[in-house]
């Protein structure tokens, strides 16, 4: 087989920090690799590497041959290399939301992420091939701010794999996907393997395509294993976590009569209805997964509870949302944590990472992304103990942007504790965590529940759940279809 990238002795220093190697790797066309490994193993540095994004240390030898010579530098193959992500979507849904899915898929010509050239005919008929071959013909014709995560992957997917790439780079591609929109990208993801050689990275067993047979285990930015398909099965599977978090202080209990209300709510953006007439309560003593496909009004019904948007005005009047035994919004603010993609992303986008972990937890008592100000020696205390509790006690001074994925996680748990809240809201917070990690966190949100904290975990994944979940509210197309105790639910689940 043609080698595509051969890597020799490979190695990426950042900030005097060995990121990945040394290691040795060749991708040989046809040859379909899933890249596997924990938070912090290299996987994004190496798909950064293969992408030309990162230039490799000296002493080390990167070639790239797509057939017409080897050449050790990427210039003129760019174009040549697809790349999709989950957090490529970020930049639609904040800075162009009313482009459209055709536009982005056609943008994939030309490695941008909007369209800035007039495509020729033939690019055009290009992307109506990938737009046939996907079957995303509404998608196409729609705007990117009114798709949910799922459509947007399959625009991103096809604007990947437009330009016929050599190698198409996939970096946690169904990462915050449905069970529904997994299986559908998964069947495009094998499609794509027709077409051009894939490498894939995942943290579940599910989320790698029947056409990749290969493997690569990565570890402190090693190659530990390169072998079979089973290798990152194996890898990838359920292990006990090398970590133990501190035992979380119980709190007093909460003294309100309701945490939480809504009545006859809806939400309505861009003309499109988000959520109809919701009507929910949470009481003291009561700990919600709200489980739904994407698209369902997940993550709009966490931004209600804290005010990020506002209730519809309907013929009837406006929804009312009371928080915290009717307290008003100034008073609820401070008191309600929040763990989100989004949040974690803001730190990303606003800060680059330039932020320690200490800092970070202490923003959380000021409610601001990073500190806007000298910090109290009580957020400091407060601080430093709960990235304690979070098993992160002597990574305080770290930057964000030195720590792994799921590191960086737990802080954002620390920094949604530290300021002693009523309510503590989970958007997804187990999306993007390898094995470990996962099963870290739900002994973390397990023994905060024991600890006393009420809690409104919101996931795709119903093997998410923590044993102290004992209500579910399910939604679809922004309707409730069943609120209930989790024994009314798994019953229901049973009777079909």
Same mark, same amino acid.
């Given at each position: 087989?043609?080698?595509?990238?051969?890597?020799?002795?490979?190695?990426?220093?950042?900030?005097?920090?060995?990121?990945?190697?040394?290691?040795?790797?060749?991708?040989? $066309?046809?040859?379909?690799?899933?890249?596997?490994?924990?938070?912090?193993?290299?996987?994004?540095?190496?798909?950064?590497?293969?992408?030309?994004?990162?230039?490799?240390?000296?002493?080390?030898?990167?070639?790239?041959?797509?057939?017409?010579?080897?050449?050790?530098?990427?210039?003129?193959?760019?174009?040549?290399?697809?790349?999709?992500?989950?957090?490529?979507?970020?930049?639609?849904?904040?800075?162009?939301?009313?482009?459209?899915?055709?536009?982005?898929?056609?943008?994939?010509?030309?490695?941008?992420?909007?369209?800035?050239?007039?495509?020729?005919?033939?690019?055009?008929?290009?992307?109506?091939?990938?737009? %046939?071959?996907?079957?995303?013909?509404?998608?196409?014709?729609?705007?990117?701010?009114?798709?949910?995560?799922?459509?947007?992957?399959?625009?991103?997917?096809?604007?990947?794999?437009?330009?016929?790439?050599?190698?198409?780079?996939?970096? %946690?591609?169904?990462?915050?996907?449905?069970?529904?929109? !997994?299986?559908?990208?998964?069947?495009?993801?094998?499609?794509?393997?027709?077409?051009?050689?894939?490498?894939?990275?995942?943290?579940?067993?599910?989320?790698?395509?029947?056409?990749?047979?290969?493997?690569?285990?990565?570890?402190?930015?090693?190659?530990?294993?390169?072998?079979?398909?089973?290798?990152?099965?194996?890898?990838?599977?359920?292990?006990?976590? %090398?970590?133990? $978090?501190?035992?979380?202080?119980?709190?007093?209990?909460? %003294?309100?009569?309701?945490?939480? !209300?809504?009545?006859?709510?809806?939400?309505?953006?861009?003309?499109?209805?988000?959520?109809?007439?919701?009507?929910?309560?949470?009481?003291?003593?009561?700990?919600?997964?709200?489980?739904?496909?994407?698209?369902?009004?997940?993550?709009?019904?966490?931004?209600?509870?804290?005010?990020?948007?506002?209730?519809?005005?309907?013929?009837?009047?406006?929804?009312?949302?009371?928080?915290?035994?009717?307290?008003?919004?100034?008073?609820?603010?401070?008191?309600?944590?929040?763990?989100?993609?989004?949040?974690?992303?803001?730190?990303?986008?606003?800060?680059?990472?330039?932020?320690?972990?200490?800092?970070?937890?202490?923003?959380?008592?000021?409610?601001?992304?990073?500190?806007?100000?000298?910090?109290?020696?009580?957020?400091?205390?407060?601080?430093?103990?709960?990235?304690?509790?979070?098993?992160?006690?002597?990574?305080?001074?770290?930057?964000?942007?030195?720590?792994?994925?799921?590191?960086?996680?737990?802080?954002?748990?620390?920094?949604?504790?530290?300021?002693?809240?009523?309510?503590?809201?989970?958007?997804?917070?187990?999306?993007?965590?390898?094995?470990?990690?996962?099963?870290?966190?739900?002994?973390?949100?397990?023994?905060?529940?024991?600890?006393?904290?009420?809690?409104?975990?919101?996931?795709?994944?119903?093997?998410?759940?923590?044993?102290?979940?004992? !209500?579910?509210?399910?939604?679809?197309?922004?309707?409730?279809?069943?609120?209930?105790?989790?024994?009314?639910?798994?019953?229901?689940?049973?009777?079909?």
């Amino acid at each position: 087989m043609q080698p595509l990238i051969s890597l020799t002795n490979v190695s990426v220093t950042r900030d005097g920090r060995r990121l990945l190697g040394p290691l040795s790797f060749t991708l040989e $066309a046809g040859r379909h690799v899933a890249l596997a490994g924990s938070n912090g193993a290299g996987k994004t540095t190496f798909l950064r590497v293969l992408h030309g994004d990162i230039l490799p240390d000296g002493g080390g030898q990167r070639v790239y041959d797509f057939g017409n010579g080897p050449q050790r530098t990427v210039l003129g193959l760019r174009q040549r290399i697809g790349l999709v992500s989950a957090d490529m979507q970020d930049f639609y849904f904040l800075h162009t939301p009313h482009i459209s899915g055709r536009n982005v898929i056609l943008a994939g010509f030309f490695d941008t992420p909007i369209l800035y050239d007039v495509p020729s005919a033939e690019q055009e008929r290009a992307a109506d091939e990938v737009i %046939e071959l996907f079957g995303i013909h509404d998608l196409a014709e729609s705007e990117m701010g009114t798709m949910s995560t799922g459509q947007v992957r399959k625009v991103l997917l096809a604007r990947g794999l437009v330009p016929n790439p050599v190698i198409l780079l996939l970096d %946690e591609s169904l990462d915050g996907l449905d069970v529904l929109s !997994r299986a559908e990208v998964l069947s495009l993801l094998d499609k794509a393997g027709d077409r051009t050689t894939l490498v894939h990275t995942a943290h579940r067993i599910g989320d790698i395509p029947d056409c990749i047979g290969n493997a690569v285990v990565l570890k402190d930015g090693r190659i530990t294993v390169s072998g079979q398909r089973d290798v990152a099965l194996e890898e990838l599977s359920v292990v006990a976590p %090398e970590r133990v $978090a501190c035992d979380i202080p119980a709190t007093s209990p909460v %003294e309100m009569e309701y945490l939480l !209300r809504m009545r006859h709510v809806s939400v309505v953006t861009d003309g499109v209805r988000i959520l109809h007439d919701i009507n929910w309560q949470v009481l003291p003593g009561e700990n919600w997964a709200v489980l739904g496909d994407n698209g369902a009004g997940k993550s709009t019904l966490l931004k209600l509870i804290v005010s990020e948007i506002s209730p519809y005005a309907d013929d009837d009047g406006v929804g009312v949302i009371e928080r915290l035994g009717g307290v008003t919004m100034d008073r609820a603010r401070p008191r309600i944590g929040v763990v989100s993609p989004d949040l974690q992303a803001s730190y990303a986008r606003e800060l680059g990472w330039e932020v320690t972990a200490e800092e970070t937890v202490m923003s959380g008592y000021r409610g601001s992304v990073g500190m806007l100000d000298e910090p109290t020696s009580e957020e400091k205390i407060g601080a430093a103990q709960w990235l304690e509790r979070v098993g992160l006690g002597d990574l305080g001074t770290r930057r964000l942007r030195h720590m792994s994925y799921g590191q960086q996680r737990r802080v954002f748990l620390a920094r949604a504790m530290a300021p002693g809240p009523d309510l503590l809201l989970l958007d997804e917070p187990l999306s993007g965590l390898d094995a470990s990690s996962r099963v870290f966190m739900q002994g973390l949100m397990q023994s905060l529940a024991d600890s006393g904290i009420p809690i409104i975990l919101v996931t795709h994944h119903v093997e998410d759940r923590f044993a102290a979940v004992n !209500r579910v509210l399910v939604l679809e197309e922004g309707r409730q279809r069943f609120c209930g105790t989790r024994d009314e639910y798994e019953m229901a689940l049973v009777m079909g």
